[in-house]
């Protein structure tokens, strides 16, 4: 069976192919040769979160609009995106982000190795995230723009070649047809109402801001105007329209960011 890897907040699973599609057009190409190494190295225990924004509000402890790796950067070869949060396979399909045993932390051989370092605060450190990763040469938005802006190594000699052993995983519910590109996704979150608060549901409020405009505040809170968004959602695609996220609202919603990307 082929491998599939955690992508979005890990409710789902996807191919590789779907993984490739989803980030690396936008990214810096080097960026892209060694995530997906680094993944593929993991035996689909590792994938996706996403991470990428046009804009970033201004939050504390967030990175100023312009100065994150994870909007388009100018580097001399093009513009692109370089920083992705992972996320990691789990039985449950609950969201699960790496610890910091999992990961190549910033200075450690793991992270030359793969060419690719967790570089945001340091373990057990207040607002520390295991989960963010960005080349080795990109340690801090503000170094690299003071440095001129330098381009990535785009040879850089990533060390191990070998996949790890696939790790076991989860049982999938049953597939669901097709999508329309013939691409294998998979789903199993849970049933999103009115009232609940997650990670997997600021997912899914980011998803409609950016494909249906519903200018839902990112809190990750189902309240009243991501009922009425998830409403708007299912009318205009002919869903049943309960202002639930269930599995078929979520697959739409998936499907549409993935022809997006
Ligand atoms: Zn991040």
């Not at 046009?54 to 950067?73: D, I, N, T």
């Not at 009922?227 to 078929?248: H, I, R, S, Y």
Request: with cysteine; aromatic share 12%; glycine share 12%.
């Amino acid at each position: 069976m082929e491998t599939l890897y955690p992508i979005f907040y890990g409710t789902s699973l996807v191919t590789m192919d779907v993984l490739y599609r989803t980030f690396r057009p936008k990214m810096h190409p080097e960026a892209a040769r060694r995530m997906f190494n680094f993944i593929e190295h993991q035996g689909g225990k590792f994938g996706i979160g996403g991470g990428w924004r046009s804009a970033q509000p201004v939050k504390p402890g967030f990175a100023p609009e312009g100065r994150s790796f994870h909007e388009s950067q100018p580097f001399p070869s093009g513009s692109y995106y370089c920083a992705w949060d992972t996320v990691v396979v789990n039985p449950g399909h609950v969201h699960r982000s790496p610890v910091w045993s999992e990961v190549p932390v910033q200075g450690t051989q793991l992270a030359i190795d793969y060419g690719c370092h967790m570089n945001v605060g340091v373990p057990g450190g207040a607002g520390a995230e295991p989960w963010h990763m960005q080349p080795i040469e990109l340690d801090g938005w503000a170094p690299w723009n003071n440095g001129g802006r330098p381009d990535l190594r785009t040879d850089y000699p990533i060390v191990l070649s070998a996949p790890r052993d696939p790790v076991p995983q989860p049982p999938l519910p049953p597939a669901l047809p097709p999508t329309t590109e013939g691409v294998l996704v998979q789903f199993q979150s849970r049933v999103l109402v009115e009232g609940q608060v997650g990670p997997d549901v600021k997912f899914f409020q980011r998803q409609m801001n950016e494909i249906a405009g519903q200018g839902l505040l990112l809190d990750g809170y189902y309240g009243g105007k991501t009922t009425q968004a998830v409403k708007n959602w299912q009318g205009f695609f002919g869903l049943p329209v309960d202002g639930q996220l269930g599995p078929q609202t979520q697959q739409s919603i998936i499907e549409i960011s993935l022809q997006k990307s």
